[in-house]
């Protein structure tokens, strides 16, 4: 078993590199690319809850559903952060970012927590428990693999070459 987890992790980490060897050139490319970081998050969800096939039928749902509230929920996070960070804000105006801004966080966490308790009949309250901490860990593995890349690309340019 250590050894399949080894081995998907590889896989992962090779799927990730690759994906993130091409040049950004349009926006078919990097919806593309977030395509295939989508599909390295479902094996990874898929590997570390180890689901079944009836599990999957039954999570997956869920899963997708959670997770488009939380995308939109990100979409107005950004609006807020983004009219905040202009400046040229009243008083008023950046009370009411700073207040939307907290609802919307807000609902992030109540997001999270349904997605949890909506997944406990299939998963168990164990392995449900366990979703935030999976996706940390897989966000947290991507923001490596993309500092490593990048560093990557420094040292060639440092170099003038390719890197090894």
């Given at each position: 078993?250590?050894?399949k987890k080894i081995?998907?992790?590889?896989a992962l980490?090779?799927?990730y590199?690759?994906?993130?060897s091409?040049?950004d ?11 295939r970081i989508?599909a390295?998050?479902r ?10 096939v009836?599990?999957?039928?039954k ?9 488009q509230q939380?995308q ?11 009219a905040?960070?202009k ?9 009411k970012?700073?207040?939307q ?6 609902l ?7 997605l ?5 009949p299939?998963l ?5 428990a ?6 940390h860990?897989?966000?947290?593995m991507?923001?490596?693999k ?9 040292e060639?340019?440092?170099h003038?070459?390719?890197?090894r």
């Open positions: 078993m250590h050894m081995i998907f992790c590889l980490i090779v799927a590199q690759i994906s993130y091409q040049p050139l349009d926006l078919n490319e990097t919806t593309e690319k977030s395509e989508e390295l998050k094996a990874y969800i898929t590997q570390e809850l180890n689901l079944s009836s599990e999957s039928e999570f997956w749902p869920i899963f997708n559903e959670s997770e939380t939109n929920l990100k979409k107005e996070i950004r609006v807020h952060l983004k905040l960070r400046g040229d804000l009243s008083d008023e105006e950046t009370m970012n700073i207040t801004l907290a609802e919307k966080r807000k992030e966490v109540d997001v999270e927590l349904a949890i308790k909506n997944t406990i299939i168990g309250i164990q392995r449900a366990r979703l935030p901490m999976i996706e860990e897989f966000h947290h991507l923001i490596e993309f500092k490593d890349h990048h560093r990557k690309d420094d060639k340019h440092e003038g070459g390719k890197h």
